[in-house]
T-cell receptor, first 116, second 109 residues
Framework: DVKVTQSSRYLVKRTGEKVFLECVQD?????MFWYRQDPGLGLRLIYF???????EKGDIPEGYSVSREKKERFSLILESASTNQTSMYLC???????????????FGPGTRLTVL | SQQGEEDPQALSIQEGENATMNCSYK?????LQWYRQNSGRGLVHLIL?????REKHSGRLRVTLDTSKKSSSLLITASRAADTASYFC?????????FGTGTRLKVLA
């Protein structure tokens, strides 16, 4: 059974802390994504990666960075957490093919981050 | 900015009834996908319809696509309590997927 896992289901951090959210997939997918989900705003893309050590900014990259040192792992980093980064964070992966846009995304269970 | 907008935002029906939710989008697409999200969980892919298709079925799901109106609809027939979830449409470019804000469906037993 294919799987995307995220390191924590719930996380509480303080303003100014450095926060790491980890995502691991076991499907040998090339493409990985980080979204945040907020009520009324749907899912918004933060960053994505289409290969090891490659990254691309999504729609809302400010305040975030990412790391992809291994194919199966994609990390989201909040350098200095702020209260407006309180959200649900979702990781996803897709297989890369010639027509990548036709591929379904596989999602992790999400991490609900609260920044106090 | 969000590409897809689902309508209605929330829907409450009785078990056994059909549920219809709609999605509108703004630009040209390669395909449109529908996902389900159970409360507090990740999204699960339901169905994909290509831009050159008009209708597609999968079990109790029926999806239509009207590219001239830039809209899609998802019909769930004979709904069950287990269908209670949020439903999202997503449009995709080369790499990026753009999700709508979702329809919250509640099926009452």
């Amino acid at each position: 059974d294919v799987k995307v896992t995220q390191s924590s289901r719930y996380l509480v951090k303080r303003t100014g802390e450095k926060v790491f959210l980890e995502c691991v997939q076991d499907m040998d997918h090339e493409n990985m994504f980080w979204y945040r989900q907020d009520p009324g705003l749907g899912l918004r893309l933060i960053y994505f990666s289409y290969d090891v050590k490659m990254k691309e900014k999504g729609d809302i990259p400010e305040g975030y960075s990412v790391s992809r040192e291994k194919k199966e792992r994609f990390s989201l980093i909040l350098e200095s957490a702020s209260t407006n980064q309180t959200s649900m964070y979702l990781c996803a992966s897709t297989q890369h093919t010639e027509l990548t846009s036709y591929n379904e995304q596989f999602f992790g269970p999400g991490t609900r981050l609260t920044v106090l | 900015s969000q590409q897809g907008e689902e309508d209605p935002q929330a829907l409450s029906i009785q078990e056994g009834e059909n549920a219809t939710m709609n999605c509108s989008y703004k630009t040209s697409i390669n395909n449109l996908q529908w996902y389900r999200q159970n409360s507090g969980r990740g999204l699960v892919h339901l169905i994909l319809i290509r831009s050159n298709e008009r209708e597609k079925h999968s079990g109790r799901l029926r999806v239509t696509l009207d590219t001239s109106k830039k809209s899609s609809s998802l019909l769930i027939t004979a709904s069950r309590a287990a269908d209670t979830a949020s439903y999202f449409c997503a449009t995709s470019g080369t790499y990026k997927y753009i999700f709508g804000t979702g329809t919250r469906l509640k099926v009452l037993a």
